[in-house]
């Protein structure tokens, strides 16, 4: 397999979408390309009905004309396969393959997404488009690698789906009875007689049984990466040595990213910050640290971001200056080797004119291209940074089906969720500089001194007995509220819950309560605190009480316990503790587990983080800060020199490459 | 017809679904019930599909099992008749038993509910399953009580439900020039030229004809009692001497239960407060006192509530320690025979896991079943409340046609509900201890010196002259605001208002005006108040003016009014007043009447009924309290006396049984 | 063409349906319409059903006798077309002809307006009943005007509009290629192969094509229009010297009204002011505003209004005394040559019987009758003022176009809209009595001495050389953020913005930017002021900077500007300042123009309008002042004179026509 960025550097660029202009417009763009330093393009995500505007009539020479401008123009192009966005043949012509909701709606085309993943005719033409491109380019010089649709995440509720969810089923369980147990179809009358009966949870008179819905949230995830593996076999067929991706959209709750990542040869991701969301540095931080653990620690390309405001939000705050460079780099500094926008050139036309690109419709003489275009080549001086890891002593768990399971109806709190969660307990790692790798349930954590459950509401046995061994093993463990509660199948574990976990956390609970309003706690012998939300009727079974709550009907009982199990220490959080009780619970995970961040007095609103050697350095606050830096070294962005401190304005950026000193 | 309580006191149980479990805990669930006074348990309430596998195909083993045990403990069994819940099957073969919503959307199973009432399949198959049921069953010693369905209120749209609707109007008006008379069709243009072309009320551009939608209402209501008759009929012919109820919920308005009521043996009801409400405490007393009314003043259970949190809510708030006996024994208080509760044991699977039950998933060694066991021990020592009524002199008039006609779009105020005037009455008089009949339209006033009528926007002819018969036969009466506005037919009554009742209250109106803001009125040479939301443009013709409004353009005009009518009094109120002003009015009401409490100095928070001899006490209030009694007696609970008081804890209560002083 | 007015006066007079009452009501309607001044009744707007039972069988005998009657009574008829309102026979025999949703369903029945704009038989069954109205009534000495259907508006999806909308873009584009050009179908893989792929905008995955839904606006503006001029076209074939008229709704955004007025003999309005939103008075000023601009001019009718509360918002406020006749009199002030009322008597059916009318159902007797009476008699002394022009000498420009194209999905803030930025600018010229004339993109601008173009995102090369030449040749121009920004077809007109807009405005921008909080601005060498929710990135290009933005990245920028361009003056404004600054933006623009208010000294609140010779004072405020008038002159409604000054009371009108003084 080819790595992309031998040679090149981190990449530089963004969708390319040239169809929509008259081909005299494309030899200014190739020139800009060059002159903002871009190495890489996507081309094609939405171009199927220019490529086939009848089924199986094919129109390539545009194309053939575009990748040869980026071969000249020394400008790689990673090759999409338009499956996304079908033309409005595909649904005029097999009415079927047009998505049905819950509700029994189908939706039509005028938009994009308009396919029903388990359709025959739409894996056909998808097939037929695919293989066509794969054979013209396989060798075209430009070619550097596949793009398999676009933000998988389309769901169908139709007799076609119905048939397919009942095949995984049979897959899954073998027979009617062990469905039924699975599914727990005593309850309300379900017990299903025959396999026609089986439906995927359609729009019902109350709420749905939760197995089936977290069955069909496996099967539509597992139904898209069968489409996925079939664009990408046929690719692999006829290019073996090109890299095949489809790019993912962070904490995207349809799709479980866990068993797409292993499907692909590079992670790529799209991500746009909320411009008004306080805590979007962590936040962006976080599923940064995500990509880097789907890609199993190598690097990943940000395949999609914005040069300023989206389109898609109600009212779209745009970035400021600096702010697109600024997000770029933490990018890179989280791993990241690629830097993509969506898009080139701001469209004139279509549902996204309005969304920013690199070159916006006032030209490429503004404000904004011309950031863009010091970015690109700024990012040269980074060129080494390209394949270098980011160390991490720290893991955070986190699980697709655990999301799943816990965020339907019918559970005790809508206010208690999983990506909630977890960004809580990221966000004072985040604030002292503490690397934090996101790993799957299961995960190998032996490489970890402190591994952090914010929420596990679903865990398998092997997985609660791999914490356990962890723990036993030396490793200090902090699991979160409401963790271990149901297995596989959705079924609450009978017994003192977290079931599994107890005997490692030394501690157990008989009730969980959600919170009217604040919730008085206070260290052991020490300062009181607030928790919200939540609160859970805890005992000790031989763990040291950390906090307790102190009023209402449960004070004096456990909030916080901390256990020595085996070799090391497990933690059990039976609230939802405010920041400031929160960053000081993870300080004392930390010194359990000895980890500290990359460098001591790291100012508020400042992110550090350090990939290979470089060390990186963000303001994300809004007044000029003075970091200390932990050794002399070179600011690869500017070339300046650091002793012992580096000044940052708002949202500047240092990276800094250790210098032996002269003295 | 057997009473259920006869040598076994109060009832005290839950719903029972032993095939979620497997057979080797039944047997300790048996043990656990005995253990905790449990001598009645709902068994079956969703077991269609686990007792009809397929049609026709009955599997009752598990059920005989389950059955002989339950006899063998000493437990009385409600069987179920499980219509509400249809299996699989019967929406796979018969697609026309799934109901369709008022936009044409089927809806499907994997909930419960899924049925079309008026579907001939569904009905065949109810009677098939129930007639099974009866058959095997009528002469198994544990069998106490039939139970049909659930909470009845599943309404269907499809066009077997338009032939039904049908053939209902015409039963109602015997032809089409008649219906479009009552229709009002001349309106909008919607006279119906054949009975083909009248539907029930389905999706429509703009607001729907409301006479039209009453008698959907009225239908829908019919359809369920019907299929309720049908099934009771076929268990009285086979089980003469075995009582049938099927279990409300409380205020809800599809359903008429004044129709449902006189149908059944016992009335059955489900109430689950919501522990955030600070209302709480009198709308569940006043749901109580509905369900006494439904019962024609005998004995109710209390079918469903929960021992802790429920599910359904988005944030489930828990029973703080105490509560669910208080909220027990404020049924019994108010006339219920029977405490039961949603479910035995709570379930690891299916939509309901995360309810509250007497055994929680962690068992019975917890501090909730030790709360459910005390509580059922110490229900015994009530055993001689069983079967005592609840003596009241006031009554308050509430009926659904008034309900359903009153909240329809196109009405002057959506801020004026039913349920909320009538709760907002009722609390001055549960804050007094006066206890309140809940009672028809139409009613028997005969025994009543207070009648009070929150709101009756719909009043028959024959309802409003027995109002006026009431007064002037020496009652005191007090209307609610928009009262007596429309007919039978929802058509609104011409002239002053309310024309039926103008007389009667010597005042009328002549513009109903919902208000901007707060109201400010004054009691007649006396204090200011405020009112809210709704004012009326009024004028005594011969009542004496109570309070006036004193701002905006009603400024000195009356507020309410007082009249002296025959032997009797009658009281109107054109706003809808502050609660204290409410209060105050409610106290000269009740000194009209010559009614007082059944006790003086009744501290806040304190509810006071009197059922049969026993006096009860419940502390809903947050801080102890000592409470004056009126006489020497003997607390049932704990058989500590009580000369001159009792003290309170919060959530503590006390059932005095007078007894002659020793001295 | 008959002129209503002509031997009348001022028009007075509702809806009359009679065919809701029994006929001996109908004799004491036309004595109590003749005692209260009513010369104009509209009447069989919803009689389709009653009109024609059975599709062919008609039955117009009581509709001859309530002719007769007006006759009799000498009140002249405005008779309906009702196909706004299909009987339920079209609906059942042609299923077809229900409107069918974005999403697929089926509209019913049982309300109104239940009929797919494009369907043959619904054209056809309206051509009949017009047909034989007008073959009937065409000599009826009481038919004064044709009132075809009523408030324009449905909208339908279905397979047969889809035919109608194909055939429309056939028209409109020609060939496929044009209109994939035109809807820039290179986006989102949208191109269509053949015209049978296109389908109106139905509900789709994500967001829909924007000229898809552009056209589709247009088109069904058209459909609707086409159905009028159908009727139309049948009735000026058989009383060409009849009136035709449809009734408006104000600003709404269905129907472009522009394109219906010039196809309209009377322009006719429907007007329901909400009694608590404090912008009512300006908000109301604006639509009859649009209305004169609509007829030409010309005057027009108010066709709807409410004496009091209407019954379709949730909470319907109701109106103080002396609001019904300053409402109606506020139309008078601003060209209404009619003052009509929805509807005479109340209805006791239906679902609007809760809406207020000229007769309550109290009855005559009432407060609110009365007024309704004594406002019937004072408009004689209106008489003069019918058919009197309202002069203006400033002109804001306002497209249903622009209106349609700007308020879709994915634009940068929905914060931004078409009617209120045109009421924000409207505000304070309504506040310094300057008349402002509503004018579409395209208009003749030659005779304003001021123009006003809040927001025009859309606007054709044309439109934009009539703006730029209107200030070259000595025209005040003064331009909204946002404008200029797409071309017909909603394409973004590339360069910097606005592009045909920014050499007559001497200033060019790069960059929308939607603010996230309150913009600091300054007046250049001035005060500051806060601006709010939008900012644009902007340079002069020759412009006077008048206010720059002092605040955030843009501190220093231009906010508005000022350029002098040939013989005229163009201001540009990027962003949207509060009222205040709002108001002296206005003043300096008014300054440039060399326009003045009616007169000066208007106290707040007073509203001062000029039609003919008879200055208008309405005071809206809530306190009596004193206004000083230009001139001596009589009060018509009072016949008192006012030689400096009047006194308003709260809700008082004095129209004063000036008088020769007598010294």
Not at 74 to 92: C, K, M, R
Not at 261 to 283: F, H, K, T
Not at 394 to 417: I, K
Not at 532 to 542: A, K, M
């Amino acid at each position: 397999m080819r790595t992309l960025t031998d040679g090149r550097g981190l990449l530089f660029g963004g969708d390319y979408n040239p169809e929509q202009w008259p081909e005299e417009v494309w030899k200014q763009d190739a020139e800009l390309m060059r002159a903002a330093g871009v190495n890489l393009v996507t081309v094609g995500v939405f171009s199927w009905a220019r490529l086939e505007p009848e089924p199986g009539r094919h129109d390539f020479g545009w194309l053939d004309r575009v990748l040869d401008l980026m071969a000249e123009h020394g400008i790689a192009v990673d090759l999409a396969i338009p499956t996304a966005s079908p033309p409005p043949w595909l649904g005029h012509r097999w009415p079927e393959t047009l998505p049905v909701d819950e509700g029994g709606h189908r939706l039509w085309y005028g938009s994009r997404n308009q396919f029903c993943p388990s359709s025959g005719p739409y894996r056909e033409r998808s097939q037929s488009i695919t293989t066509a491109l794969a054979d013209r380019y396989a060798a075209h010089p430009a070619l550097a690698m596949w793009h398999v649709g676009n933000e998988y995440g389309e769901v169908c509720h139709c007799d076609v789906s119905a048939r397919a969810f009942r095949s995984w089923l049979r897959d899954r369980y073998g027979d009617l009875a062990t469905l039924n147990e699975a599914w727990g179809t005593t309850f309300w009358s379900q017990g299903y007689g025959d396999w026609a009966e089986v439906v995927p949870p359609r729009r019902a008179p109350y709420i749905i049984n939760p197995t089936q819905r977290l069955d069909w949230w496996r099967f539509c995830s597992d139904e898209l990466l069968a489409h996925f593996r079939e664009q990408r076999d046929l690719l692999r067929a006829r290019t073996p040595s090109v890299p095949v991706t489809t790019n993912f959209m962070g904490f995207f709750k349809r799709v479980d990213y866990w068993s797409f990542a292993g499907e692909q040869d590079v992670i790529s991701n799209d991500c746009y910050p909320e411009p008004g969301d306080p805590l979007s540095p962590a936040r962006t931080a976080l599923t940064h640290d995500l990509m880097r653990g789907l890609a199993g620690g190598r690097p990943w390309l940000l395949m999609e971001q914005a040069t300023g405001a989206v389109n898609w939000r109600e009212h779209n705050l745009p970035k400021p200056p600096g702010q697109l460079r600024l997000e770029s780099l933490q990018a890179v500094a989280r791993g990241a080797d690629g830097l993509c926008y969506f898009q080139w050139r701001a469209s004139r036309f279509g549902a996204e004119r309005f969304h920013a690109a690199m070159v916006p419709h006032a030209g490429p003489d503004t404000r904004l291209h011309a950031e863009v275009r010091a970015h690109g080549q700024e990012l040269r001086g980074l060129a080494g940074v390209a394949g270098e890891p980011v160390p991490a002593r720290v893991a955070m768990v986190f699980g697709w089906e655990s999301w799943w399971a816990l965020e339907d109806r019918g559970r005790p709190s809508d206010r208690l969720n999983a990506v909630d969660q977890l960004l809580r307990y990221y966000v004072p790692f985040f604030e002292r500089g503490v690397s934090v790798d996101v790993v799957p349930p299961g995960a190998d954590l032996s490489a970890y001194a402190l591994v952090v459950v914010p929420n596990l509401f679903l865990v398998g046995d092997g997985d609660a007995a791999a914490l356990t061994a962890y723990v036993n093993g030396g490793g200090v463990l902090v699991v979160g509220p409401f963790s271990g509660v149901v297995d596989p199948h959705s079924h609450v574990r009978t017994g003192r819950f977290p079931v599994p976990l107890r005997e490692v956390l030394g501690a157990s609970g008989e009730e969980w309560l959600p919170a009217s309003g604040p919730v008085a706690c206070r260290w052991h012998g020490g300062a009181p605190f607030e928790a919200e939300t939540w609160t859970e009727l805890l005992r000790s079974d031989g763990a040291e009480v950390v906090a307790e709550f102190t009023g209402g009907d449960l004070a004096g009982r456990p909030a916080i316990l901390r256990h020595r199990s085996g070799e090391g220490v497990a933690w059990y959080v039976g609230t939802m503790p405010e920041p400031a009780a929160l960053a000081a619970l993870a300080g004392r995970a930390l010194a359990d587990a000895g980890v500290t961040g990359v460098l001591d007095g790291l100012p508020p609103g400042v992110e550090a983080v350090r990939r290979g050697e470089v060390l990186f350095l963000l303001n994300h606050g809004a007044t000029t800060v003075r970091v200390p830096v932990p050794e002399p070294g070179v600011d690869l962005l500017t070339g300046s020199p650091a002793d012992d401190h580096v000044t940052l304005a708002p949202r500047a950026v240092a990276a800094l490459r250790p210098e032996v000193p002269t003295a």
